[in-house]
């Protein structure tokens, strides 16, 4: 059983060596390396970003960060995306609001994305943010410890990168792709 200052460790050694998107629920290899989708009409996506690349059902931009792979005009999603919705809800809400809008306490992670990559995401995940002024105390806790949100960062990521973008709407997404292997896999060895 890996403790939380080793899983923190391995997501902060993975930011200092540019590789933050193999993160433990990422790290178990799969039985067989599945292909990338090479058809460039596979890739296609709503949206601004465009997926590079898609192995395991996890779609990657051109920089190898996470992305969403949204079609059938917003009503179909990606494995991840649909995940991070599901974790974002479960974890993220209480605070930063419905959808990532923001709230009176916290605020719109839809906005801060968008100047934000993968890795300045994780940093603040992991360790925590505090923004300090005359008129206001603003604290995001530290989740490094918290599998919850560790196991599935890049999910989280990609589902408010999708709403940072303008490609996914509010609300639960309609329709999504099937839950890869790779996924359960993973998600096993990172909750142990």
Not at 69 to 94: F, P, Q
């Amino acid at each position: 059983m890996r403790g939380a200052d080793g899983m923190a460790g391995i997501v902060l050694a993975g930011l200092a060596a540019g590789s933050l998107w193999t993160i433990p629920a990422r790290a178990a290899p799969p039985a067989a390396p599945a292909p990338a989708v090479s058809g460039a009409a596979d890739l296609k996506s709503d949206g601004p970003t465009q997926p590079a690349k898609v192995q395991d059902g996890q779609y990657t931009d051109k920089n190898g960060d996470p992305t969403y792979h949204i079609t059938d005009d917003g009503k179909k999603v990606d494995w991840y995306t649909m995940s991070g919705y599901l974790r974002y809800n479960a974890n993220c809400i209480v605070c930063h609001g419905p959808d990532g809008m923001g709230s009176t306490y916290a605020p719109s992670l839809v906005d801060a994305l968008k100047g934000m990559d993968y890795a300045h995401f994780a940093g603040i995940i992991v360790g925590g943010k505090r923004d300090v002024n005359a008129a206001q105390e603003l604290v995001m806790p530290a989740f490094g410890d918290n599998r919850n949100v560790m196991c599935y960062m890049p999910d989280i990521y990609t589902y408010l990168r999708a709403r940072s973008d303008g490609a996914l709407g509010r609300n639960r997404p309609p329709e999504h792709e099937p839950k890869p292997a790779a996924f359960e896999k993973a998600e096993d060895a990172c909750m142990k």
